[in-house]
DNA sequence: TATGGGTATGCAACTGAGTTGCAAAACATG
DNA sequence: CATGTTTTGCAACTCAGTTGCATACCCATA
């Protein structure tokens, strides 16, 4: 499988190659967790503007490059989409795992959502899993 | 089966009987779904104070009378928790449904959180699980 | 590689949710 | 009904997120 470019995500994307985006794509490249609006803030090395991580964050989940994560305390995280996900049609049936001790957020893209008995008259549609838990790296 | 009073179910829980809490209680008793902020400042007929109701509705998480519920588009919801749920030890393995066509937000009770299988190495606690969909009054 | 049109950025100012301190009012207890 | 404690309401504040607009940047074309 060849890695593509930085860049080359961006355009193919039809999105115009900018400082910010790249970097801010880098970021999350180079994370296999899951990213607060914050931590974008914090880790781009460069200081953005808050207002163009928000509006570049927003303009990667319209593109379906990164997806957002609902947690339990309210905050929004942002992580990468796999393959799947296309403009406007994401491919939201994953499972999302948040370690306690460490606090990452991962995406367990190879774990298939469990199907749920709902009552009568009740027709699911998408279904959002979030487990709390240990992960691989605090669980020894 | 015995339905409390509300001001007796304020004082089983060691909280003083007043009028916010009387109607905020008696608007989630009166109401299955859950209810956000804005719902319960909305309707309880008397006008209190925004601090009033966000110390009312804290006060109440903490006694375990009500729980809150994480949302998709990330605003905090509250519901009645069951007899299960005390203080400090929130009995959370139940299902949360979203109809998206009333928008209303239902606790799941009687749904049983289906088993995950996570990756190597990683041990699920709390499972929280939130289905989208039609409910059982829009779906006809 | 210089030019021009369209897009993205940064700044300032704003909104709205949620929080805190404190004095006044309401509650529980004897 | 008097007392001390708890709760309420107000004002002021913080913080996340949004919007409008002028400038800077990107990129296709010549």
Redesign the interface.
């Known amino acids: 499988m060849i890695t593509p470019t930085i860049s080359e995500i961006l355009k193919r994307n039809q999105l115009s190659v900018t400082d910010s985006r790249k970097k801010i794509l880098e970021l999350f490249l180079a994370n296999n967790g899951a990213l607060a609006h914050n931590d974008v803030e914090k880790q781009t090395g460069v200081k953005f503007d808050r207002v163009t991580i928000y509006r570049t964050l927003q303009t990667f989940v319209e593109k379906g490059i990164i997806h957002?994560i609902?947690?339990?305390d309210?905050?929004?995280l942002y992580a990468l989409c796999k393959d799947e996900c296309s403009e406007g049609h994401h491919h939201d049936n994953h499972?999302h795992?948040v370690c306690?001790h460490c606090k990452k957020t991962y995406c367990?893209d190879?774990?298939?959502t469990?199907?749920?008995?709902?009552?009568?008259?009740?027709?699911?549609?998408?279904?959002?899993?979030?487990?709390?838990?240990?992960?691989?790296?605090c669980?020894n």
């Open positions: 957002t609902p947690t339990p309210n905050s929004i499972v795992f306690d367990l190879g774990v298939v469990p199907a749920v008995n709902l009552p009568l008259g009740f027709k699911a549609g998408v279904i959002e899993v979030l487990v709390t838990g240990l992960c691989n790296q669980s």
